[in-house]
């Protein structure tokens, strides 16, 4: 979703259920894409990445599909745990020799027990 | 692996004093690192990119008197805010990337720097 001032798009769920994570990024040149998890007061963690070379990619419990018609990316994560709670962001890697990372605005997700 | 540290994890200064920050990659040569800053609520904003001997590469709106970086070793970054104000108080995330496994970035922990 679009997030409104300062305000991060908030994703409920409950425990065991899927969730589906949404991003939207802005640049058609990018290659690379990746989706972190982020803790409160911790750094971003990588979950999973893909090239613009594919449109799906698996990892354990994790999906993530590419959708660059539109510019569009999505994190699905199976059976989700209370442990998942966190908030999720995208990142977009524009080229070039430096590996430039733009972040997307982030979700929260919460997961009921 | 891929371990990247940052020191210190939490610090409060007053209003016009300088804080410097380190970032460590502990187990891997880091060509580059990246200063991110980061806002309750909000996203990470990349600030500088930094190549081990040569000076950083700020983006645009970063006044880089004021955030100094240097990068002297393959393993250290510091950044150094000068003459703090408390509209600098923010969450600083470095992060480095692997000289052999170039494409991934290794996040540190982050610091919360409180200006008062």
């Known amino acids: 979703g679009e997030s409104v001032g300062l305000h991060l798009p908030t994703l409920s769920v409950q425990e065991g259920d899927n969730s589906i994570i949404n991003c939207a990024y802005s640049?058609?040149?990018?290659?690379?894409f990746i989706w972190y998890k982020q803790e409160s007061g911790k750094g971003p963690q990588f979950i999973i990445d893909?090239?613009?070379?594919?449109d799906k990619r698996q990892g354990q419990r994790v999906t993530v599909l590419l959708n660059k018609t539109v510019k569009h990316l999505s994190l699905q994560i199976a059976a989700t745990q209370p442990g998942d709670s966190a908030v999720y962001f995208c990142?977009?890697?524009?080229?070039?020799?430096?590996?430039?990372?733009?972040f997307g605005k982030g979700t929260l997700l919460t997961v009921n027990p | 692996g891929a371990v990247v540290s940052q020191h210190p994890s939490r610090v409060i200064c007053k209003s016009g004093t300088s804080v410097k920050i380190e970032c460590r990659s502990l187990?891997?040569?880091?060509?580059?690192m990246f200063w991110y800053r980061q806002f309750p609520k909000q996203s990470l904003m990349l600030m500088a990119t930094?190549?081990?001997?040569?000076?950083?590469?700020?983006e645009q709106g970063v006044e880089k008197d004021k955030f100094l970086i240097n990068h002297a070793s393959l393993t250290l970054s510091t950044l150094t805010v000068t003459s703090a104000h408390p509209e600098d108080s923010s969450f600083y995330i470095c992060?480095?990337?692997?000289?052999?496994?170039?494409?991934?970035?290794?996040f540190g922990p982050g610091t919360r720097l409180t200006v008062l």
């Open positions: 992060s480095a990337r692997d000289r052999v496994v170039y494409n991934e970035q290794f």
């Open positions: 640049n058609s040149a990018s290659d690379y």
């Open positions: 893909i090239r613009s070379n594919m």
């Open positions: 990142a977009e890697n524009l080229g070039g020799s430096n590996y430039k990372l733009t």
């Open positions: 187990d891997f040569q880091a060509t580059t």
């Open positions: 930094s190549n081990e001997g040569s000076k950083a590469t700020y």
